[in-house]
């Protein structure tokens, strides 16, 4: 009788009514060359077919209250079995040797977090370029010993994930990057060779000036106070962030 293997990563994917997205997030992990994973979906009780989606891809189904990305992934960690979690957005999907990458990565036990280059596969060069610059400023900050990574997909080690306290659910937005620093003071984080698209309905929503301004505000405040918040601003995908699991 084989023995079933424990699985070296958990995959979690938070979602609210995401089967617009959902298919080809699934589809790119189905296709990955490592296969030692399981595919967390916690879902926030979605009204369209999310659920039918994910039951299709054997995903492991943990539901939640919408409060936040943020409570959904540490929900979902908190019964995952993997050694490693790799939280990634809905309308995300990731290279085939993306999985490969990540484990090769954590061979190297003083790696506790990295993520890949996000790109935008259906943008425009306006979004390419933001998104090198981001991409750029990153580094930046992992030299200046603040580093930060966006939610669309993190990379961490569950032991030291756990060490400290998972995400913020406190924070309306920026709890990713403030994970990211709290979890670097348990060892290394990097960027690694590798790349996820991810959509452009952010900025089709907020609209790309304001994003551009906003994010770079938040990066910035990050540098110098360790707080990318913007408790006073009327944001529109911020406050979604706030209502629903994405």
């Known amino acids: 009788m084989n023995k079933i293997k424990k699985p070296i990563i958990s995959i979690i994917i938070p979602t609210l009514n995401e089967d617009r997205w959902l298919e080809k997030n699934l589809k790119s992990i189905k296709n990955q060359s490592f296969k030692n994973y399981e595919k967390i979906v916690v879902d926030s009780y979605s009204k369209d077919k999310t659920v039918d989606i994910a039951k299709k891809y054997g995903c492991k189904l943990i539901y939640c209250d919408a409060n936040g990305p943020g409570f959904a ?6 019964k995952s079995n993997g050694e490693i979690l790799v939280f990634i957005d809905a309308d995300t999907t990731i290279e085939p040797n993306f999985l490969t990458k990540v484990n090769e990565t954590f061979k190297n036990r003083k790696i506790v977090c990295c993520a890949p280059e996000v790109k935008i596969g259906d943008g425009n ?7 090198k610059l981001l991409w750029m400023i990153t580094h930046f900050l992992i030299i200046l010993g603040r580093p930060g990574f966006g939610g669309v997909c993190i990379v961490a080690r569950k032991v030291n994930f756990v060490k400290i306290g998972g995400f913020s659910t406190e924070m309306i937005e920026g ?3 403030d994970m990211v620093y709290r979890i670097s003071k348990t060892g290394e984080v990097k960027l690694i060779n590798s790349w996820c698209f991810t959509s452009k309905r952010r900025a089709d929503k907020f609209g790309f000036v304001k994003m551009v301004l906003l994010y770079g505000f938040g990066i910035v405040k990050f540098m110098f106070t360790r707080n990318p918040e913007f408790k ?13 699991c994405l």
């Open 73 to 78: 992934r540490n929900v979902a960690s908190k």
């Open 125 to 131: 060069i306006a979004y390419d370029i933001l998104l």
């Open 175 to 177: 709890e990713d990057l």
């Open 232 to 244: 006073n601003l009327d944001m529109v995908y911020f406050s979604d962030r706030k209502k629903i």
